[in-house]
């Protein structure tokens, strides 16, 4: 098992930012593809970006282009996902993933999940 804690959900208003974070390994980080997925009630899981390991590679949903940007912060061991111009859509419970297929019309196969941090974007 890979630990992957993800952080920084909670509650914002339509139009606000949010900036989500996942601790990871530093051999991890180094070697997987790492993604970020969003599961809302009664929808099936989504993935929303991904980044390959030497960050040449990423992908956007088209829900959140020109909207989410995900990065590497390799002092730090984290990937984040830095959220503007939430919708209330955006609404969901967000995983962060490691060890997938990272294209850039996609994100596949991935082995290890977090627990997930809640977003709700609401007034």
């Known amino acids: 098992q890979v630990p992957l804690v993800e952080s920084g959900g909670g509650l914002v208003q339509p139009g606000g930012s949010l900036r989500l974070s996942c601790a990871a390994s530093a051999f991890v980080l180094n070697n997987y593809a790492m993604a970020w997925y969003r599961q809302a009630p009664g929808k099936e899981r989504e993935g929303v970006s991904c980044i390959s390991v030497n960050e040449r590679i990423t992908y956007y949903a088209d829900s959140v282009k020109g909207r989410f940007t995900i990065s590497r912060d390799n002092a730090k061991n984290t990937v984040n996902l830095q959220m503007n111009g939430l919708k209330p859509e955006d609404t969901a419970l967000y995983y962060c993933?490691?060890?997938?297929?990272?294209?850039?019309?996609?994100?596949?196969?991935?082995?290890?999940w977090g627990q997930g941090t809640q977003v709700t974007v609401s007034s």
């Open positions: 993933a490691a060890n997938v297929l990272c294209h850039s019309g996609g994100v596949y196969a991935s082995t290890y």
